[in-house]
């Protein structure tokens, strides 16, 4: 007998709970060694190459490319040695996912019965018994429209156990008519119940045969006569219409919805405007390409303006999680990546800690990883602060979305030059616009507005950024 391995959706990261696969690399049937790429797995952000960790077979796919699986989750089946169609089915059979309830639940749970929502305080006064005041605590229920059935209305465990369970499927589609019976099912015996459902569903008694006492016709022989209605056919998707290309979301498509959806849905943002002359800036990375032959980007000069920004100003450098503000120690800056499959930022950790250039050397090789799909999820998981620059694009200006759980986040647009007036003369000066998006539930306005005035002044005095 062969012995089979199962290989199973793999976890990414805390956030992770599911995964697509994307493609098999490895055929069916087909021997693999160590090392080999087996195959991509897309996640919310990424898409992931999953290497053989020892030469095998693979012996079943289980998922195929395009599903998406719980982390988990059975994917495909390992063997060493030829193994037979009926072992490798009752492997399957037997396979019970080890990452716990996540692998479990093919299907998204049903939403709960009760919501924080109906969180309602039970009066002390209440006539509600001890181990129903316990039923509805636990379980969040509104107890207010309940009718209490125990002795002088008291509420009991059986009552808010009732209340709990969803409403049960109505028997038939019509309410039953309480107008006086035709005269003509006097002649019947049947009960008043079945006999007004007759006359409501246009059945004839005379036709059935009653299963009751001594014949009698019943409410469920008349409900046994009527023609169920039949269910509405299952609409077809939308169709495109002419010149309309439809495409499904990606995951990673998706989770930017989602999460951006969120965000604005959730953070109360407000935006502070200001602009920073950047002509000692040009000058200072001129003079860098002209002795080096290359330099840092505009972009990664920010950088490391807004970290040391940051470092003076703690209060900005923060998540929000629920009620609770995350103080962070270093800045953990994400930067903004397009990348064909949607928005990705990876991080520049401690970011106060390192020099331009290295930032320069961090933010291009995440920002090739990003592009390639092999971010790795510490990569971009977290952070303390965020720039987006679309200055590269011509953007003169723009606000950015918070990203969740972080507070602020630094929208730069384009350099344009300006001009202004110097002892009352007219000269020239390049300027970038800077719009920083606020949490208002962590940042107050002025705490934002002297960290803007702080990284304005840092922008305008680049020395400091090498020092």
């Given at each position: 007998?062969?012995?089979?391995?199962?290989?199973?959706m793999?976890?990414?990261?805390?956030?992770?709970?599911?995964?697509?696969?994307?493609?098999?690399?490895v055929?069916?049937?087909?021997?693999?060694?160590?090392?080999?790429?087996?195959?991509?797995?897309?996640?919310?952000?990424?898409?992931?190459?999953?290497?053989?960790?020892?030469?095998?077979?693979?012996?079943?796919?289980v998922?195929?490319a395009?599903?998406?699986?719980?982390?988990?989750?059975?994917?495909?089946?390992?063997?060493?040695?030829?193994?037979?169609?009926?072992?490798?089915?009752?492997?399957?059979?037997d396979?019970?996912?080890?990452?716990?309830?996540a692998?479990?639940?093919?299907?998204?749970?049903?939403?709960?019965?009760?919501?924080?929502?109906?969180?309602?305080?039970?009066p002390?006064?209440l006539?509600?018994?001890?181990?129903?005041?316990?039923?509805?605590?636990?379980?969040?229920l509104?107890?207010?429209?309940?009718?209490?059935?125990?002795?002088?209305?008291?509420?009991?465990?059986?009552?808010?156990?009732?209340a709990?369970r969803?409403?049960?499927?109505?028997?038939?589609?019509?309410?039953?008519s309480?107008?006086?019976?035709?005269?003509?099912?006097?002649?019947?015996?049947?009960?008043?119940?079945?006999?007004?459902?007759?006359?409501?569903?246009?059945i004839?008694?005379a036709?059935?045969?009653?299963?009751?006492?001594?014949g009698?016709?019943?409410?469920?022989?008349?409900?046994?006569?009527?023609?169920p209605?039949?269910?509405?056919?299952?609409?077809?998707?939308?169709?495109?219409?002419?010149?309309?290309e439809?495409?499904?979301?990606?995951?990673?498509?998706?989770?930017?919805?989602?999460?951006?959806?969120?965000?604005?849905?959730?953070?109360?943002?407000f935006?502070?405007?200001?602009?920073?002359?950047?002509?000692?800036?040009?000058a200072?990375r001129?003079?860098?390409?002209?002795?080096?032959?290359?330099?840092p980007?505009?972009?990664?000069?920010?950088?490391?303006?807004?970290?040391?920004?940051?470092?003076a100003?703690?209060?900005?450098?923060?998540?929000?999680?629920?009620?609770?503000?995350?103080?962070?120690?270093?800045a953990?800056?994400?930067?903004?990546?397009?990348?064909?499959?949607?928005?990705?930022?990876?991080?520049?950790?401690?970011?106060?800690?390192?020099?331009?250039?290295?930032?320069?050397?961090?933010v291009?090789?995440?920002?090739?990883?990003?592009?390639?799909?092999?971010?790795?999820?510490?990569?971009?998981?977290?952070?303390?602060?965020?720039?987006s620059?679309?200055?590269?694009?011509?953007?003169?200006?723009?606000?950015?979305?918070?990203?969740?759980?972080?507070?602020?986040?630094?929208?730069?647009?384009?350099?344009?030059?300006?001009?202004?007036?110097?002892?009352?003369?007219?000269?020239?000066?390049?300027?970038?616009?800077l719009?920083?998006?606020?949490?208002?539930?962590?940042?107050?306005?002025?705490?934002?507005?002297?960290?803007?005035?702080?990284l304005?002044?840092?922008?305008?005095?680049?020395?400091?950024?090498?020092?």
């Amino acid at each position: 007998m062969s012995q089979l391995r199962a290989f199973t959706m793999p976890k990414w990261g805390i956030e992770m709970t599911e995964g697509t696969i994307a493609e098999w690399m490895v055929a069916e049937g087909q021997d693999f060694a160590r090392g080999d790429i087996l195959t991509l797995i897309e996640t919310d952000k990424i898409t992931n190459e999953v290497e053989a960790e020892f030469p095998a077979r693979l012996a079943r796919i289980v998922t195929p490319a395009g599903a998406m699986r719980p982390v988990g989750a059975l994917l495909a089946v390992f063997s060493e040695g030829e193994a037979a169609p009926a072992e490798i089915a009752a492997f399957i059979a037997d396979f019970a996912p080890a990452g716990g309830k996540a692998a479990a639940l093919a299907t998204p749970a049903p939403p709960p019965l009760f919501s924080a929502d109906a969180r309602v305080a039970i009066p002390d006064t209440l006539a509600i018994s001890p181990a129903a005041r316990a039923q509805a605590e636990a379980s969040q229920l509104d107890i207010s429209g309940i009718s209490g059935s125990g002795r002088n209305g008291r509420i009991t465990h059986q009552d808010v156990t009732q209340a709990g369970r969803p409403p049960a499927p109505a028997r038939d589609t019509g309410a039953v008519s309480i107008a006086p019976l035709s005269a003509q099912l006097d002649g019947h015996f049947a009960s008043p119940l079945a006999k007004r459902l007759a006359l409501q569903h246009d059945i004839d008694l005379a036709t059935i045969t009653g299963t009751g006492r001594r014949g009698r016709i019943g409410k469920a022989d008349v409900l046994g006569r009527i023609v169920p209605p039949t269910m509405p056919e299952t609409p077809a998707a939308p169709t495109a219409e002419a010149g309309v290309e439809i495409v499904a979301m990606s995951p990673m498509r998706k989770a930017i919805a989602r999460q951006l959806s969120f965000s604005k849905a959730t953070i109360p943002h407000f935006y502070l405007r200001n602009s920073a002359k950047v002509d000692a800036l040009l000058a200072m990375r001129a003079q860098a390409k002209r002795a080096t032959g290359e330099a840092p980007s505009i972009n990664d000069y920010l950088i490391r303006a807004c970290a040391l920004a940051l470092r003076a100003h703690p209060d900005v450098n923060v998540q929000v999680h629920g009620d609770a503000i995350h103080r962070h120690t270093h800045a953990d800056i994400a930067v903004a990546v397009a990348t064909d499959k949607g928005l990705l930022t990876p991080i520049v950790r401690a970011a106060e800690t390192k020099s331009v250039a290295r930032i320069s050397a961090e933010v291009k090789a995440l920002a090739e990883r990003a592009r390639a799909g092999r971010l790795q999820a510490e990569q971009f998981q977290g952070g303390s602060f965020s720039v987006s620059n679309l200055g590269m694009f011509g953007i003169e200006t723009f606000d950015a979305i918070i990203n969740p759980p972080q507070a602020a986040i630094l929208a730069v647009g384009a350099a344009r030059q300006e001009t202004l007036g110097v002892d009352h003369a007219l000269a020239f000066a390049t300027r970038i616009k800077l719009s920083l998006s606020c949490d208002h539930r962590a940042i107050d306005g002025a705490v934002g507005a002297r960290f803007l005035a702080d990284l304005t002044r840092l922008i305008e005095s680049p020395e400091e950024l090498t020092a």
